[in-house]
């Protein structure tokens, strides 16, 4: 599947994104492991969330569908059965590493395999802390899935130091603990994003947290509640940099996630100049929301401080879109992390704007992007959804057709990008034939 994208100028209107990604896949497990039923509304329809739903009702979770929404019936903490199958977490790395933790102590045995994107990234970051509680988890030789879980009776709660600021790493062992013998403990190195904290206290389960420590005694039970996904602000992000380059904008997004360990994206671009009003401010679900409007705007190249990476850490491809469509000089650091999202995604997004003829150089953490005018180009989205979106929304500032390359898994996701693009203002065209 390709994008074909020519230039455009103008991006105006109203839009809502898809529901939030990280809220949703944790919605599905907390529900699945509650006494009571839980009502889901929001819940993004993306691949990587449908492939937790199918991992739950393997293992015996019932879930009834609404017009919006969809009603999970808990099994309660040690209700799950062991599934038939290996569970086929797909693209999603969110499904395989919290789905680790979370079953490394049912006392089953359950095999998680993946896409081929999926099968190369680094599974040990999590297997490692959860064998030293007691856990029996194998990968293959280079650390990388299939992840097989073996029975195990029980596990013993850690206080471990994170050596990754990474919400999957912590997310996993918080999830071992919540079946651990003790008082399990995760200290960051920098605070990342805390839904799983977030859920679990929606869910009445208790838990101690302060800025970078959080502790969750096992054994305690979750109960339903009814959970309402705000809009992805990763989702949102795309729309955001489309309307700050795009010669003429005004564009408003609504209901857009604002939890502060997500928004990092919206620091940068407003550090690099950019002209957004954030307004309508709530609460969904125990989320902050808002609305933002954005309107085409001179942006200047920074050097993007290394404390707002782990809150922005989504939203490079798309901000180094922004980078090269700024005046000056930006420079990404500290960002190593991103060389093992589902591309490698420094080389990718160098790679991509080398094409489109604009001054890159990588390191190893990041990158140094010079602003400057974009040629049109071939552009190879490497699997990867947030590299396929980042360069379709680069045609507001080309100077011909971008084609995009791969990009089915946009569908992971944010189903109904092209449409929501278009209907904004890009001129954007599938073709389901690719090379
Ligand atoms: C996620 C955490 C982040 C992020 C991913 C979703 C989550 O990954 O990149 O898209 O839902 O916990 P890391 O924990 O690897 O940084």
């Not at 680790?100 to 099968?119: I, K, M, N, P, R």
């Not at 809009?231 to 209901?255: K, M, R, W, Y």
């Not at 591309?343 to 190893?364: M, N």
Request: charged share 20%; proline share 5%.
């Amino acid at each position: 599947m390709k994008y074909i994208v020519q230039p455009s100028a103008r991006i105006a209107g109203e839009i809502s994104v898809p529901g939030d990604k990280s809220i949703s896949h944790r919605a599905i497990m907390f529900a699945s492991l509650a006494e009571g039923s839980t009502r889901v509304s929001g819940f993004l329809q993306g691949e990587d969330c449908l492939a937790t739903l199918h991992a739950f009702q393997q293992m015996g979770v019932t879930v009834d569908y609404g017009s919006d929404d969809m009603t999970i019936h808990g099994v309660g903490r040690d209700g799950l059965q062991a599934p038939q199958n290996a569970l086929d977490c797909g693209n999603s790395g969110t499904s395989m590493r919290l789905l680790t933790g979370l079953l490394a102590g049912q006392g089953f045995a359950v095999t998680l395999v993946g896409d081929e994107s999926l099968l190369q990234r680094p599974m040990r970051r999590v297997c490692d802390p959860l064998n030293s509680m007691g856990a029996r988890i194998d990968t293959a030789a280079k650390g990388t899935p299939p992840v097989t879980i073996h029975a195990v009776d029980s596990l013993q709660a850690i206080s471990y130091h994170l050596p990754v600021a990474s919400a999957q790493v912590k997310s996993a062992v918080l999830l071992a603990g919540l079946f651990a013998r003790g008082v399990t403990e995760v200290i960051e190195p920098k605070p990342t994003r805390d839904h799983t904290e977030c859920m679990l206290q929606a869910f009445h389960y208790p838990l101690q947290r302060s800025a970078t420590r959080i502790s969750v005694e096992g054994g305690h039970r979750l109960h339903a509640t009814d959970i309402q996904v705000p809009g992805d602000i990763s989702s949102a992000a795309f729309f955001i940099v489309a309307a700050c380059i795009a010669p003429q904008a005004e564009l408003t997004l609504h209901n857009v996630g604002m939890n502060p360990t997500r928004t990092g994206v919206l620091a940068i671009l407003q550090a690099m100049n950019a002209s957004i009003d954030i307004h309508n401010h709530a609460v969904e679900g125990g989320e902050p929301t808002a609305s933002i409007t954005v309107r085409s705007s001179q942006l200047r190249g920074i050097d993007v401080p290394p404390e707002l990476v782990p809150s922005a850490i989504d939203e490079f491809p798309i901000l180094c879109v922004a980078a090269a469509c700024a005046q000056g000089t930006t420079r990404v650091t500290q960002a190593e992390e991103l060389r093992v999202k589902e591309s490698d995604r420094i080389a990718q997004v160098a790679r991509g704007l080398t094409t489109l003829g604009v001054r890159v150089e990588e390191y190893p953490d990041g990158l140094t992007i010079e602003g400057g005018p974009l040629t049109g180009g071939e552009i190879d989205s490497g699997h990867d959804h947030r590299i396929a979106m980042a360069f379709s929304i680069a045609s507001l500032r080309a100077a011909d057709t971008i084609t995009v390359h791969d990009c089915k898994n946009v569908a992971t996701s944010f189903p109904g990008f092209v449409e929501t693009a278009r209907s904004v203002g890009l001129d954007i065209t599938l073709h389901e034939h690719d090379r």
